[in-house]
């Protein structure tokens, strides 16, 4: 099945695609190369502990816009498209939501407040309500002494899809063996990423290279770490970058094809 989906799905784009990951951690640039660096994630940080509380403010710290806009004009440029996941705290401001809606760009959840699904769902319904759309998946964001995100869990986080009735868990992480994602209790799973700022050259080839339907994980400030635009732009010269959804929706079809046959 895996491998007439691979066929198809190529089939189906009418070329050899990747699907693009885009986690809106950080209100700042953290990776400022100056010597303020120090100081400015000591301020993303505490900007991140006020919100905690309260994102009545949130609009006044989207200082990520820059990058963000950066990253859309990429895609502009390789004809590419791809997912936001926004944390509640990295909320986009009207202006932003509309370059990303005009983009053509899809929009998801990334959770921090993974403790219960009472505070993970009433998240999901927040963002919803501030942006009026409806979310179809989420990703979740990670975890360190400054981090919110809680261990990782992958079935209580399918749970929480579930019963949300979302469409996908698009973490990618924990089965490198998956060549296409799968579906786990009626929500799409992917298995595998590669994240630019941590991966070499050679890796990020080998990887594009040699997947049916790679992920690409990228932040926006991660454009302002030297290398990482001129992976990203490698490899939207190799493959069509498009936004999980779609990658979803046409599994989803093409599973019922192939099925039926």
Not at 197 to 209: E, G, I, Q
Request: charged share 25%.
């Amino acid at each position: 099945m895996q491998a007439g989906l691979c066929e198809a799905l190529v089939s189906e784009f009418g070329e050899r695609v990747a699907v693009l990951r885009y986690d809106v951690d950080n209100v700042l640039n953290v990776y400022k190369p100056s010597t303020y660096n120090k100081l400015v994630k000591i301020s993303n940080l505490a900007i991140e502990i006020a919100m905690l509380s309260t994102t009545k403010f949130r609009f006044l710290f989207p200082l990520y816009e820059n990058h963000l806009s950066e990253l859309i004009d990429i895609e502009k440029e390789y004809n590419a498209h791809g997912t936001f996941f926004f944390r509640i705290i990295t909320l986009p401001t009207s202006k932003i939501l509309n370059i990303i809606r005009s983009q053509g760009d899809e929009i998801g959840y990334h959770s921090d407040r993974n403790e219960s699904f009472e505070t993970w769902y009433e998240d999901l319904i927040k963002m919803e309500k501030n942006l009026g759309i409806k979310v179809l998946g989420y990703t979740k964001h990670g975890m360190s002494r400054v981090r919110s995100g809680g261990t990782w869990d992958e079935k209580k986080f399918i749970a929480f899809a579930k019963l949300a009735n979302l469409k996908y868990f698009a973490q990618g992480a924990g089965h490198p063996g998956w060549e296409l994602p799968r579906r786990v209790k009626g929500v799409w799973v992917f298995g595998h990423h590669i994240t630019l700022k941590h991966a070499s050259w050679n890796d990020v080839v080998k990887y594009v290279k040699g997947r049916c339907l790679p992920m690409l994980l990228v932040h926006p400030e991660d454009l302002g770490i030297p290398g990482v635009k001129e992976k990203l732009e490698y490899v939207l010269s190799q493959r069509r970058g498009v936004e999980v959804i779609r990658v979803v929706k046409t599994l989803e079809r093409l599973t019922a094809e192939l099925q039926a046959r």
